[in-house]
């Protein structure tokens, strides 16, 4: 079935830098969403961005999609602390909506 | 609102116990999802139920998980003879029904804080 899959594992940054992280996926999909998971415990949404669409912003967030490549980027700008986690890729494909995961990019921000 | 909550938080039983987990999905979301994740790893779908229809099982890991939404709102899953790989955390999500919210809106998840299984 269909699962996102992060790059890099782990990210360390400094506080006020950029984060950049990747998903890549397999086949054509409906949908595909980022989510933020705190301390191992339940995601967050973040943004949901449609294969129609190759760009959505919210907040210090930017995330950007390339159907040819098949491949979406998360940019978070101006990191802060309180931004470390562990962020998800869940794209979705097919009749049922149903996001997958892939294992996530741990991302650190140093204070 | 209130938002998805889960129960128990943590549940550390022995090898060969049947145990049952509990999901409250919010309040009027008629899609109700489980998945469950194991350390270090990104999470993996068990089972997704929408409204009156048959639920999506193709998740399932085995035979001994099973799971039932009564009355279309509260879910359990149940794990028999639980065996030291069902150690994971499992997280159940819900999300909006069909209408007449827009489709952005069904389509996003809000997850609950999850139950941390260890199976001895």
């Known amino acids: 079935s269909q699962q996102g899959e992060e790059d890099p594992q782990a990210l360390s940054i400094q506080e006020g830098e950029n984060a950049t992280m990747n998903c890549s996926y397999k086949?054509?999909?409906?949908?595909l969403q980022w989510y933020r998971q705190n301390s191992g415990r339940g995601l967050v949404h973040l943004i949901l961005i449609r294969s129609n669409e190759r760009e959505k912003h919210s907040g210090r967030l930017r995330v950007t999609l390339d159907t040819s490549k098949k491949s979406s980027s998360l940019l978070i700008t101006a990191s802060r602390a309180a931004d470390t986690a562990s962020y998800f890729c869940?794209?979705?494909?097919?009749?049922?909506?149903?996001?997958?995961f892939g294992r996530g990019t741990s991302l650190i921000v140093h204070p | 609102g209130a938002g998805v909550s889960q129960s128990p938080s943590n549940k550390v039983t022995e090898k060969g116990k049947d145990v049952e987990l509990r999901c409250d999905p919010i309040?009027?979301?008629?899609?109700l999802y489980w998945y469950r994740q194991s350390l270090g790893q990104g999470l993996e779908f068990l089972i997704y139920f929408q409204g009156n229809s048959a639920p999506d099982k193709s998740g399932l890991p085995s035979d001994r998980f099973s799971a039932e939404r009564t009355g279309g709102s509260v879910s359990t899953l149940t794990i028999q003879r639980t065996q030291q790989e069902d150690s994971a955390v499992y997280l159940c999500?819900?999300?909006?029904?069909?209408?007449?919210?827009?489709?952005?809106?069904?389509?996003?998840?809000?997850f609950g804080p999850g139950t941390r299984l260890l199976v001895l």
């Open positions: 999500a819900s999300s909006l029904p069909d209408s007449p919210k827009p489709r952005s809106a069904r389509e996003t998840q809000y």
């Open positions: 086949t054509s999909i409906n949908n």
């Open positions: 869940a794209p979705s494909s097919g009749g049922s909506y149903i996001p997958t």
């Open positions: 309040s009027g979301h008629t899609a």
